[in-house]
């Protein structure tokens, strides 16, 4: 049933859309386009789901049966992806961010800042995780991969990232606004 505040919520956002995705970027030549799009899907995910194809680089958020909005995004690279079924627990505005121990390790050059103290970088522009972060868990139990924005736009389309999915500013703010927390999410 259609009720009056889910018609004014999905009326204003339709509205506004033009102004929530200003950053689209160009189509790439191998086909790969970020911009979000209405689309049509399997039957497979019911309404209020979350499908991602890493392989792919898209995200879907499912509207309504067999249509949902896909959104370019980036992925982990090669052994540090993300697989499965999780929940959206969290959802943070300009969240701050700390790179996990595992990525000190891993790169303690691009990291040294971070090594051995409890420095956490506040939100804004310069943050990793960009405008909006959706925080995945399995079981009630954070998994650190994260549903987040980018200040590096360049990484939408590859595999760059140390797991976690990452969109356009523009694009994660919009998903934000469309997610609530308990949202099951799937990556294939």
């Keep these: ?43 497979d ?19 309504e049966e067999r249509k949902a909005i896909r959104y370019g995004v980036g992925v982990g690279k090669a052994g540090l992806e993300f697989r499965g079924t999780a929940t959206i627990d969290v959802k943070k505005e300009w969240p701050t961010w700390r790179p996990t121990d595992e990525m000190i390790e891993r790169s303690p050059r691009t990291f040294a800042r971070f090594a051995n103290n409890d420095y956490v970088q506040p939100g804004g522009p310069g943050n990793p995780l960009g405008a909006r972060a959706l925080y995945l868990f399995q079981n009630g139990v954070d998994t650190y991969f994260r549903i987040h924005g980018t200040n590096q736009p360049e990484s939408i389309g590859q595999s760059w990232s140390n797991g976690c999915i990452r969109m356009l500013n523009s694009h994660v703010a919009d998903l934000y606004l469309r997610v609530p927390v308990g949202t099951v999410v799937t990556v294939l």
């Design 1 to 43: 049933m259609l009720t009056r505040r889910t018609f004014l919520t999905t009326a204003t956002t339709a509205a506004t859309l033009p102004m929530l995705w200003p950053e689209a970027a160009p189509a790439q030549a191998n086909g790969f386009d970020p911009t979000p799009q209405y689309v049509r899907i399997k039957r």
């Design 45 to 63: 995910f019911a309404p209020g789901q979350m499908l991602i194809l890493p392989r792919s680089y898209y995200l879907y958020w499912v509207t």
